[in-house]
């Protein structure tokens, strides 16, 4: 059974940085597509980014275009989501998504002064 496991998560100042970790295991990570979901309470859950099995494409929501970047290590299972110039509104869970599979426990992350 495959799982994920997000870390990295905190309390930041805005315009702020983090990094967030995903570490995955068994199945094989390598071949998924991999995404960073987040969820405020009451509202679904958003699509923030993802990258492609082998890393040559991203996509990214509009609202976050160049301030945050999705990346991945194959070799230690692991996907990335780099967090600059945060803002206060996108204090959320962070979810980690083996795409049409599985679903980390969430790591949240709280944008605030």
């Known amino acids: 059974q495959g799982q994920l496991v997000e870390s990295g998560g905190g309390l930041v100042q805005p315009g702020g940085s983090l990094r967030l970790s995903c570490v995955a295991s068994?199945?094989?990570?390598?071949?998924?597509?991999m995404s960073w979901y987040r969820q405020t309470p009451g509202k679904e859950r958003e699509l923030v980014a993802s990258i492609t099995s082998t890393g040559n494409m991203t996509q990214y929501a509009d609202s976050v275009k160049g301030r945050l970047t999705i990346s991945r290590d194959n070799a230690k299972n692991t996907v990335y989501l780099q967090m600059n110039s945060l803002k206060p509104e996108e204090t959320a869970v962070y979810y980690c998504?083996?795409?049409?599979?599985?679903w980390g426990q969430g790591t949240q992350v709280t944008v605030s002064s």
């Open positions: 998504h083996a795409v049409s599979v599985y």
């Open positions: 068994g199945f094989s990570f390598s071949i998924w597509r």
